[in-house]
């Protein structure tokens, strides 16, 4: 199973960037989805996370700003990102608990990108 993410760089204060990350290989149901970041010197923080049904959860800091949503026929997961900040400069990470095949039965796993750097700055 992998996650590869795309759409991260350089934005523009007030600016507005999209990520995306697509789950692949041997799946079986991907239920909830998430981004977290990681600053310089900082802990890795959850930013949102949505359940296979679509609620989303925010962390308080990008609430009203950012927009998780997903495409389950795709297993993608999007993070649009409005009204950008300097403080949102970071490398994000997706992560996705994915149920794979195991012989006849199933297993659930977590899985994470390999990140991709959102830079805010003029």
């Known amino acids: 199973v992998q996650l590869v993410e795309s759409g991260g760089g350089l934005g523009q204060p007030g600016g507005s960037l999209r990520l995306s990350c697509a789950a692949s290989g041997s799946i079986r149901r991907v239920n909830s989805m998430a981004w977290y970041r990681q600053a310089p010197g900082r802990e890795r923080e959850l930013v949102a996370v949505i359940t296979s049904g679509g609620s989303s959860t925010y962390a308080d800091s990008v609430k009203g700003r950012f927009a998780i949503s997903r495409d389950n026929a795709k297993n993608t997961v999007f993070l649009q990102m409005n009204s950008l900040k300097p403080e949102d400069t970071a490398v994000y990470f997706c992560?996705?608990?994915?149920?794979?095949?195991?012989?006849?039965?199933?297993?659930?796993?977590?899985?994470w990108g390999q990140g991709t750097q959102v830079t805010v700055s003029s």
């Open positions: 992560n996705a608990e994915i149920v794979v095949p195991v012989y006849d039965d199933s297993e659930t796993v977590g899985a």
